[in-house]
């Protein structure tokens, strides 16, 4: 698949975060497999609230035209995922750790750079060549490619980077996250891209969930197609959208890339499955923290309540990879509040399809609405949920 030539997206700027619509307003995501589900109980009179009501429930069945239509999404997501994976990991070893224009959005912690901005630009680019009809949200979009076509058919959810703080550090776990969902709120197709690592893990609705290696391209892409000249040097000085014209000149030609050399049905992949930890107290947590204060110190006691009841905790800096380590067995259970959609969609799904119990929320769910996203396997299910219904109800849901 090769991508037509395209006069770069608008560079998005933080204050376009705060205005931007909610093009899936109303609908809650929907995946097929086991839920958590939190219920707010009524409390006896004059009684305190301690507790939630965490129930298991099973999600929707499995429908076979949207199994169809999803393996044809992931696909596109595959192609825009990897493609992209490449040009970030060739931009990582471009540029290292300097000229990222580095600005912060919600708060001074919280940072975006250039590459986001290229990357979401990339990955917008190739979606809409596929499918030109449908909305592209994520979090590096400004208010007006976020506006949904009338007749969008499907919204297209996109993290460019997840773990920007990793990227920006060069600690290896940052990486794209895409999932597609349609306009009745099903998930139908996503994909993690770890642009580190070059693991790429992706599901769709029905047909599991799946993992493949591929070569990390960065160094050798970098060194064969972009020598250190001056024609290749980044322009000193730069703006932002001066850095973005430049990575979209210096890495522009798709061939270089491997857009298509993976497919979801590819012998190449290995099924993913959650591991079979015995007790809650064996259980190895994945977890993370918000970039607003109030929320770290909310987050942090929730914390306290939890510690003592597992193994020991892991902190990755990328809900998206967080999730997919649950889908992959390298961590058994997952909780963090106050994520945007685009963290977490995709690792949901893949998680749902891997076999995971996963909780659900509003598809326009933003940080400041402090959901908490909680994910286990099956094996702790109910002592996972029985601690979650230990807890005081504000630091649960």
């Not at 839920?35 to 507790?51: E, M, S, V």
């Not at 169809?68 to 825009?80: D, M, P, T, Y």
């Not at 990755?316 to 945007?340: F, K, P």
């Amino acid at each position: 698949m090769e991508t037509a030539p395209k006069k770069p997206a608008p560079v998005a700027s933080p204050s376009a975060h705060a205005a931007a619509p909610r093009p899936l307003a109303g609908l809650t995501a929907h995946v097929a497999g086991t839920i958590l589900t939190p219920t707010a109980p009524t409390p006896p009179p004059n009684t305190t609230q301690t507790g939630s009501n965490w129930t298991i429930n099973q999600g929707v069945a499995v429908d076979s035209n949207r199994r169809r239509f999803g393996l044809e999404l992931v696909n596109i997501a595959l192609a825009a995922a990897t493609h992209t994976q490449d040009a970030v990991a060739c931009a990582r070893e471009l540029l290292g750790g300097k000229q990222l224009n580095i600005t912060a959005k919600a708060s001074a912690v919280d940072p975006v750079t250039v590459v986001d901005i290229f990357a979401q630009q990339r990955i917008t680019e190739i979606l809409r060549h596929q499918r030109p009809h449908d909305t592209v949200i994520g979090e590096e979009t400004t208010s007006d490619e976020e506006l949904p076509p009338a007749d969008s058919e499907i919204t297209w959810i996109v993290d460019p980077i997840d773990g920007t703080v990793n990227f920006i550090y060069g600690i290896p776990a940052y990486g794209i996250s895409i999932c597609a969902v349609d306009n009745t709120g099903y998930l139908l197709a996503g994909v993690i891209a770890n642009c580190a690592t070059g693991e790429v893990a992706y599901a769709w609705h029905g047909g599991g969930a799946h993992l493949v290696r591929r070569p990390q391209l960065g160094t050798a892409l970098s060194t064969q197609h972009h020598p250190t000249t001056t024609a290749n040097t980044p322009p000193a000085n730069a703006t932002v959208t001066d850095m973005v014209d430049w990575l979209n000149t210096t890495l522009s030609t798709p061939h270089h890339f491997g857009m298509v050399d993976q497919q979801a049905t590819s012998t190449n992949a290995t099924t993913l499955h959650p591991a079979h930890p015995a007790t809650l107290a064996q259980a190895l947590l994945a977890t993370g923290f918000s970039y607003q204060s109030t929320n770290r110190k909310q987050q942090a006691t929730l914390l306290t309540q939890i510690l003592p009841n597992v193994r020991d905790i892991r902190r990755r800096g990328s809900a998206a990879i967080d999730l997919l380590s649950v889908a992959h067995g390298q961590t058994d259970c997952y909780l963090e509040h106050c994520l945007n959609v685009w963290d977490w969609a995709a690792g949901i799904l893949i998680a749902a399809e891997a076999g995971a119990i996963v909780s659900l929320a509003p598809l326009d769910q933003r940080a400041e609405d402090n959901a908490l996203i909680a994910v286990c396997a099956p094996s702790i299910a109910d002592e996972f949920t029985h601690l979650l219904n230990t807890i005081p109800q504000h630091l649960t849901q």
